[in-house]
């Protein structure tokens, strides 16, 4: 059967979550014979219910007239209305709803799709053209890029560089290692990181901007994390805020982490109109858009008291988890990490007495219970690391760290 498949495709591992879902299914009665039963700290999704009004909002839009005809793969006008009002609202950026918004069905379809708009797929390794993608980074950009024929090129986020690297330096690294510039189509950012939990500054955003504009690439932004923050005064940017980052860049938009609205599918792509427009073309061929219902409760939230209510308290809860993960690695003696002013991840290194990442997190899942995600899964500079979701419980949570003293997981045993 082989033959009838394509080459790329055949070369995707699973993702990443679903193995992890897949092995840790198959040793659950094992783990809770031994009452070591899984705690997850690997899935990057609040747990949450979402804010009662968006379910509300469901019930009711479901019973109007027409909402279960096809919309339009742009989405509803009211849709991108809502949108333009948020974006306005929360980051002062002013965008035209008919030709510069577009709807997704979750974030991670709409990198996808967009990421083949822009690669012509070639098998020839030295003409494929590149995406530059942030290393430590999430897990499927390597895989969209390398199944729609091009060619990824890891931008390392490292504590030396604050995960903001000088783009200029990455340039002339990128000509050492033999590649060509020409071949660049796109860099992608991601601030507040998956799964570094990194923020960027203004003036590190507008290095970016001017680094596009000067090598003429184009900027995508994954914004996913955006309202996932703890301190006011760090409250992350739009790129789009920068002056000028409309000509070359485009971001994406997700109600799914800030919601808790992960099973609902709903996002949206701004920015640039010619690449929205263009994004639309191949959209409208591949999908009919987002079921009214979910368009029309997903405009309400954006632009409510409840949806700024929500996120707020949500930060508040993922704030305490950290501090209580920072205090449980502390007494176990865990090495040097970050702790992050944004998003729901800890990144953190392995004891040193692992070979790899992926030994440290069997052990900790076999011995434990406790699930967490090899860094290795998220670029080459992830490989002496692993990611800790903390939107458990807290009782869970004292849970983690009692087993990890019972089962001697100290950082340096
Ligand atoms: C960095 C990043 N971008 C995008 C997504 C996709 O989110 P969604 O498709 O639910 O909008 C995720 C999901 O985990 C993510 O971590």
Redo the contacts with the bound molecule.
């Keep these: 059967m082989r033959e009838f498949f394509n080459d790329y495709v055949q070369s995707l591992e699973t993702y990443i979550m679903f193995r992890i879902k897949e092995t840790v299914a198959k040793i659950t009665p094992e783990l809770t014979a031994k009452g070591r039963a899984p705690i997850s700290l690997s899935m990057?999704?609040p747990t949450a219910t979402p804010p009662r009004k968006v379910i509300e909002s469901l019930k009711s839009a479901v019973e109007e007239k027409g909402a279960h005809l096809y919309s339009t793969p742009k989405g509803e006008k009211y849709f991108r209305e809502a949108i333009a009002k948020r974006m306005k609202t929360r980051f002062n950026v002013e965008l035209n709803p008919d030709e510069e918004i577009f709807s997704?069905?979750?974030?991670?379809?709409?990198?996808a799709n967009f990421v083949r708009v822009l690669l012509n797929p070639t098998k020839d390794d030295n003409e494929k053209e590149i995406i530059w993608v942030p290393d430590p980074?999430?897990a499927?950009y390597k895989e969209m890029v390398k199944v729609s024929g091009g060619k990824a090129y890891s931008v390392p986020l490292t504590p030396e560089n604050n995960f903001m690297p000088d783009l200029e330096k990455v340039y002339e690294q990128f000509i050492k290692d033999g590649y060509n510039p020409k071949k660049i189509k796109a860099l992608m950012i991601?601030y507040p990181?998956?799964p570094l939990g990194a923020t960027a500054t203004r003036e590190y955003l507008e290095h970016v901007v001017d680094f596009c504009k000067k090598h003429h690439i184009l900027l995508i932004s994954?914004a996913?994390?955006i309202e996932m923050y703890f301190k006011p005064e760090l409250k992350p940017l739009s790129v789009l805020e920068i002056e000028g980052a409309k000509d070359i860049a485009v971001e994406?938009f997700?109600?799914?982490?800030p919601y808790a609205m992960?099973g609902w599918?709903?996002?949206w792509i701004c920015g640039n109109s010619e690449a929205v427009k263009i994004f639309g073309k191949l959209k409208s061929t591949l999908d009919s858009g987002l079921f009214k219902a979910l368009q029309k409760a997903g405009a309400e939230i954006l632009n409510s008291e409840e949806g700024d209510k929500y996120i707020e308290e949500s930060n508040k809860v993922f704030k305490h988890n950290q501090e209580l993960f920072v205090k449980g690695l502390k007494e176990l003696g865990w090495g040097e990490f970050n702790v992050p002013d944004a998003t729901f991840y800890l990144w953190l290194p392995i004891p040193p007495r692992y070979k790899t990442s992926v030994e440290f997190t069997d052990d900790l899942m076999h011995k434990s219970g406790i699930v967490v995600v090899p860094g290795d899964a998220f670029g080459e500079y992830g490989k002496r690391y692993f990611r800790a979701s903390i939107v458990c419980p807290e009782e869970q949570i004292k849970e983690v760290f009692e087993r990890m003293k019972a089962d001697g997981f100290y950082f340096s045993a």
């Design positions: 990057g999704a997704l069905i979750g974030s991670k379809e709409g990198l980074g999430y499927s991601n990181n998956n994954d996913a994390y994406f997700s109600f799914s982490k992960t599918r709903l996002g």
